[in-house]
């Protein structure tokens, strides 16, 4: 478990970004920034690898939709990240430790520099989702 952080005046925070290969680059500056002061060096680097890789994803494999929508939310323990797009969703966990198709390993890291993550189907919507803890477990 990762250490408590008081967060009395953060809450919930949402962006929507365009889908376009910008939108990689926009999350990553954005996430960090709501999560300033938050994190250890060490989990800001996962941070901006995961919240990368799942905005990849989207861009990857989901439809062309208007608007990829980011939440973050502190949580005592650990940070709380919603990703969600149009896209026809994804392979279950235990997919995640092998490589995609196309060789990828990416929700294989997702799955190791996270507390937990998963997703969700929403009508037509899918959101994934992952919480990190403040300061990485070891």
Not at 32 to 47: Q, R
Request: hydrophobic share 40%; proline share 6%.
């Amino acid at each position: 478990m990762g250490a408590s952080v008081q967060t009395p005046e953060r809450g919930r925070q949402t962006r929507s970004l365009a889908f376009a290969p910008e939108a990689v680059s926009e999350a990553r500056r954005w996430v960090l920034a709501v999560a300033d002061g938050l994190l250890t060096p060490a989990a800001a680097s996962d941070l901006r690898l995961v919240i990368s890789e799942i905005v990849t994803n989207c861009l990857r494999h989901g439809t062309d939709s208007e608007v990829i929508d980011v939440a973050v939310t502190p949580k005592d323990e650990f940070l709380c990240v919603q990703v969600t797009d149009d896209g026809p969703g994804l392979a279950s966990a235990p997919r995640a430790m092998a490589p995609d198709e196309h060789g990828g390993y990416g929700l294989f890291l997702v799955e190791q520099l996270t507390r937990r993550w998963g997703f969700t189907r929403e009508g037509r919507r899918t959101r994934v989702w992952f919480e990190l803890d403040y300061r990485p477990a070891g």
